[in-house]
């Protein structure tokens, strides 16, 4: 069987991409068309299917008995790779149909933003939920990709301690000169095999990057929309994914730059993401049900911290985080129109943090 390069059909991807809720009618316009393939991440499209392995008989000498036993073992290595393809081309396939479903709702919210629509609009904040949905199962397929990076990479390894055996065979006495064709076919089959390995190892490589930076980018879209559609619209006073710098000066009571009154004030609650799994869920739970018992209609704002150094992967933690800790609070029955996100740089934190403050 040949190695064939196969590209992955938008158009078939559409046919399962059809997520619709009944706000859809809020938004849209009779013959408005989103046209979103430009923003799809750009995964690799290869499909990887190994060579056909040559037939060989046992000549009955010890070189004979390794050949077999080499074949055998390049025969579950190529096993390894169909399975291990069928997997990548199914999370190319997910990647590419949830990305579909997040920017049509995202397509749909800012064409609304464009004209306006009311401050808090549910049916806006409904359709940024399912956005965060199809987030969360971009985010699963990414881990499944990484996992997927893991095994390739073992069976890479492997691949190419067998090559090395099966060149270092035909110094072994005792064989015959069909043992010795045999092993020149072998090593052939071995080395394009390898070569195929080497490329799946790639490709998927590849696109485990470029799903993260896709990810990490939609999230800080979200963030903006956020804040949008508290407001209705697209406006000076809401910049998507607002964000200010506070920095500490030769009295460290005192700080240049005045915080917004909803980031003012000491937190209502507080997580600190400088270690892995944080248990917050439990502080979290309980803050939001006493703020909301001493104040129904009290209002949140969720703020990203990261440390004024520019640390990038804190500050890409504490948006992950703070995007998180949103769809908590949704899962807890706060309102979405009642939750802002925000983020800032502080120089009094070490690492990522997520505060919330109310008003």
């Not at 799809?40 to 010890?62: R, Y």
């Not at 309980?286 to 520019?310: R, T």
């Amino acid at each position: 069987m040949k190695k064939i390069a196969l590209n992955l059909s938008l158009a078939s991807l559409l046919l399962v991409c059809g997520c619709s809720y009944s706000g859809d009618s809020w938004f849209s316009t009779p013959g408005t068309v989103y046209d979103n393939k430009a923003n799809l991440p750009l995964l690799g499209s290869t499909n990887f299917e190994p060579i056909e392995i040559s037939d060989g008989s046992d000549t009955g000498t010890f070189v004979g008995q390794k050949v077999v036993s080499f074949r055998k073992e390049l025969s579950q290595i190529q096993d390894s790779i169909r399975k291990n393809n069928d997997e990548l081309q199914k999370i190319r396939s997910s990647v590419i149909s949830n990305a579909m479903q997040y920017h049509r709702n995202i397509g749909a919210i800012e064409a609304k933003l464009q004209v306006g629509t009311t401050p808090g609009n549910p049916n806006m904040y409904q359709a940024l939920q399912n956005a965060q949905i199809n987030i969360q199962t971009m985010n699963a397929n990414t881990d499944s990709m990484g996992q997927l990076v893991a095994r390739v990479s073992s069976d890479a390894a492997m691949t190419d301690y067998l090559l090395d055996s099966i060149r270092a065979a035909y110094s072994i006495s005792g064989a015959v000169d069909e043992d010795h064709r045999q092993l020149r076919i072998l090593e052939n089959e071995t080395n394009q095999t390898s070569i195929l390995m080497n490329s799946l190892l790639s490709e998927a490589t590849a696109d485990e990057q470029r799903q993260k930076q896709y990810i990490e980018t939609a999230r800080n879209t979200m963030m903006g929309l956020g804040d949008a559609i508290k407001v209705g619209s697209y406006g000076v006073s809401n910049v998507p994914l607002m964000s200010s710098v506070v920095r500490p000066v030769s009295n460290k009571n005192l700080l240049v730059g005045t915080p917004s009154p909803s980031t003012s004030g000491k937190p209502l609650f507080t997580a600190k993401f400088n270690k892995g799994n944080v248990d917050y869920k439990d502080g979290l739970s309980s803050a939001v049900s006493s703020a909301q018992s001493a104040k129904p209609n009290v209002m949140f704002n969720i703020v990203a911290v990261s440390p004024l150094s520019g640390n990038t992967a804190a500050q890409s933690t504490a948006q992950k985080k703070a995007t998180e800790i949103f769809q908590e609070m949704i899962n807890m029955g706060v309102g979405a129109d009642r939750i802002s996100i925000s983020s800032r740089s502080s120089g009094e934190v070490n690492g990522a943090e997520v505060q919330i403050f109310v008003r």
